[in-house]
């Protein structure tokens, strides 16, 4: 297991972020901490990977590795070799690359990603 060293102290606002992405149905709120990216990723009702995000990435399925926390709402991911799950909130996560997901019911997706944000819903 790796190490991380944190040398200085800082904080930023996801609510003033230093990027806003925002693909359909989505929005994606950066800030850069020290060495570190995170991301808040808010998706609303009727939001799926392979209809909002891969026209701006032009890319099959996700290919993001992910780790998160789940603040609010469901998402079901499911992964190109058949594999699936659901997250909710209060879950924490980790998604490999080759995967495809959606907004389950009618509330709003949001989560905190560590390891994606610096790339996630970029043009490649």
């Given at each position: 297991m790796s190490t991380n060293v944190v040398t200085r102290l800082e904080v930023k606002s996801h609510d003033d972020p230093d990027e806003k992405r925002r693909p359909d149905k989505s929005e994606i709120d950066v800030v850069t901490v020290g060495d570190?990216?995170?991301g808040r990723l808010s998706f609303e009702k009727g939001w799926r990977w392979s209809e909002c995000i891969k026209p701006v990435v032009?890319?099959?399925t996700c290919q993001n590795n992910?780790?998160?926390f789940c603040i609010a709402g469901t998402l079901q991911v499911e992964l190109a070799d058949?594999?699936?799950a659901t997250i909710k909130a209060?879950?924490?996560?980790?998604?490999p690359p080759g995967h495809d997901a959606y907004v389950v019911g009618d509330e709003r997706f949001v989560s905190i990603e560590f390891v994606s944000a610096a790339d996630y819903a970029k043009p490649v």
């Open positions: 570190y990216t995170i032009h890319t099959d992910h780790v998160g058949g594999g699936s209060g879950d924490s996560y980790t998604i």
